[in-house]
């Protein structure tokens, strides 16, 4: 089940102000230290208005910032049962041993993911994908790993996709061609890339389609993608940001697009093996 804080943030949108989006970060990315505070503490340890948390929690649909407060707080226990088993299996582990504390945390973001991302979210993005003629693929930074695989694999499937990476002008020469049977699939992790905005406002203005692969920092990326995939990559941006989260998103679009869309995406598998097959024999 899909965070309810995230499911709300996700249709609030850019109707969020600077300051409120600012809020919002400062709540996901300290969860475990603000959600235990009061409305009035929160807007003074925020350097906010007072009645800011009120507003920001309305804007989201509830009746006010005790019930936004309660929501994550839930969402705080929930990560914490699935950490603390976790931490439980690794206590016996002697000093030194950072391979199964790794793991253990790993499965936890896992489990996290599987809170914060529902699969119908997966079809939709899945579903675009299939139905563009071409794939641009945004990237800047350790993103690009995440990005190179992903790539790959739908060159794999036949789809012709453009690498939007380095400076900001050799985006913009790369977006020239943009149009309304294309989609842009952007993954921008802990804050909002220089060329996010500009790029993002061109992609609406072309009726092209947008998929954002993020981080809890996603929800407050603007302007926003009509579809986003967002999940935690550890507790907080001070701690390990795992990259297994957003690649697990990816393979899971890769899984449900291969599922979905069989006879085009096998069909090009078949025929990549038989041209492997006549570059070995040249």
């Known amino acids: 089940m899909a965070s309810d804080v995230l499911t709300r943030l996700g249709v609030a949108g850019e109707r969020l102000s600077d300051a409120e989006q600012r809020m919002v970060t400062a709540l996901l990315d300290r969860k475990h230290e603000l959600a235990l505070l009061s409305g009035p503490q929160l ?7 007072g009645a800011a948390p009120t507003r920001l929690a309305q804007k989201l649909g509830y009746k006010g910032y005790p ?47 599987a809170e914060a991302v529902a ?11 299939a139905g563009a003629r071409r794939i ?16 790959r694999r739908l060159d ?34 802990r804050r909002q890339p220089s060329a996010f905005a500009p790029m993002m406002a061109h992609v609406r203005r072309t009726g092209a389609a947008s998929i954002l692969i993020s981080d809890l920092a996603g929800v407050t990326m603007s302007p926003a993608a009509d579809i986003l995939l967002a999940a935690p990559r550890g507790r907080s941006h001070s701690e390990f940001q795992t990259p297994t989260v957003p690649l697990a998103i990816v393979s ?31």
Request: aromatic letters at 6%.
């Open 156 to 189: 794999r499937f036949g789809m012709a996709t453009i690498a939007l990476q380095g400076r900001r002008r050799d985006i913009a020469e790369r977006l020239v061609g943009l149009g309304p049977q294309d989609v842009v699939i952007a993954l921008a992790f």
């Open 136 to 151: 641009f693929v945004f990237a800047q930074g350790h993103a690009q790993a995440v990005a190179h695989f992903l790539s």
């Open 252 to 282: 899971a679009v890769l899984l449900t697009l291969a599922a979905r869309h069989e006879a085009e995406t096998i069909g090009a598998l078949e025929r990549l093996t038989g041209l492997f097959a006549e570059f070995e024999d040249q």
């Open 67 to 113: 019930e936004l407060r309660s929501a994550l707080q839930k969402d705080i226990f929930r990560t914490q049962d699935a950490a603390h088993r976790m931490r439980r299996s690794v206590e016996s582990v002697t000093e030194g041993d950072y391979l199964p504390a790794l793991i253990a945390s790993e499965i936890a973001a896992l489990q996290g993911l």
């Open 119 to 129: 699969q119908t979210d997966i079809d939709r993005a899945a579903d675009t994908i």
């Open 43 to 49: 807007a003074e340890r925020l350097a906010v208005h």
